[in-house]
Nanobody, 127 residues
Framework: QVHLAESGGDSVQAGGSLRLSCVAS????????MAWFRQAPGKEREGVAR?????????FAADSVKGRFTISRDNAKNTISLQMNNLKPEDTAIYYC???????????????????WGQGTQVTVSA
């Protein structure tokens, strides 16, 4: 059974940092496109960052978080993480981990559709 378990959400002040983690189980972790999405109250879900889980794989980040957020992976632990620095109130959202249903290539990762989703973890940034 596929399971994505997010953790690390919290309430912080603007300028602070948080590290989110997502542990994957129930599918082969290697050669997948995985991602972090977020959804703020009253807004559409948006992509934050993506990572390809094979050796030498690439990372892709939304313009709104470039230079502040870093996505990484640990294949030995079937885990992806999102290091978030210099947090802003507009980063407040529920953050979701997602994984592609099939193995793919790094070239296809930027446009990958995701079929596996976690339950989300709340991040709240106060001014």
């Amino acid at each position: 059974q596929v399971h994505l378990a997010e953790s690390g959400g919290d309430s912080v002040q603007a300028g602070g940092s948080l590290r989110l983690s997502c542990v994957a189980s129930g599918f082969s972790f290697n050669r997948r496109c995985m991602a972090w999405f977020r959804q703020a109250p009253g807004k559409e879900r948006e992509g934050v960052a993506r990572i390809y889980t094979a050796a030498g794989g690439g990372t892709f980040a939304a313009d709104s978080v470039k230079g502040r957020f870093t996505i990484s992976r640990d294949n030995a632990k079937n885990t992806i993480s999102l290091q978030m620095n210099n947090l802003k109130p507009e980063d407040t959202a529920i953050y979701y981990c997602a994984a592609g249903v099939i193995r793919t290539t790094v070239t296809e990762c930027p446009t990958q559709r995701f079929g596996f989703w976690g339950q989300g973890t709340q991040v709240t940034v106060s001014a």
